[in-house]
């Protein structure tokens, strides 16, 4: 019988949380929505982005991310790119 109890409760969090289903796709950097995610961890700096899938699967493992990049000042091959 605690149902209805568990509704009140169910709608109380739903006020304190308004933005519960706004949020996603916030932390994405610009990427839309709908794009799906994939994580990889860059290979030059090891820190993990989340970059869309098609970028993943091109790039995999040499994946730089797009601050090195800019560090470079250009775009370097990824069989060019130095082993770890
Ligand atoms: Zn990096």
Redesign the pocket.
């Known amino acids: 019988m605690s149902r209805r109890k568990d509704r009140e409760r169910f709608l109380q969090l739903k006020q304190l949380n308004p933005e519960y289903k706004g949020f996603r796709g916030g932390e994405a950097g610009g990427v839309g929505a709908d794009t799906p995610l994939e994580t990889v961890t860059?290979?030059?700096?090891?820190?993990r982005?989340n970059v869309a899938v098609g970028i993943a699967l091109e790039q995999g493992e040499s994946y730089?991310?797009?601050?090195?990049?800019e560090?470079q000042g250009e775009i370097v091959p990824a069989d060019e790119a130095p082993e770890p």
Request: include cysteine.
């Open positions: 860059c290979s030059k700096c090891g820190r982005r730089i991310c797009l601050s090195c990049r560090e």
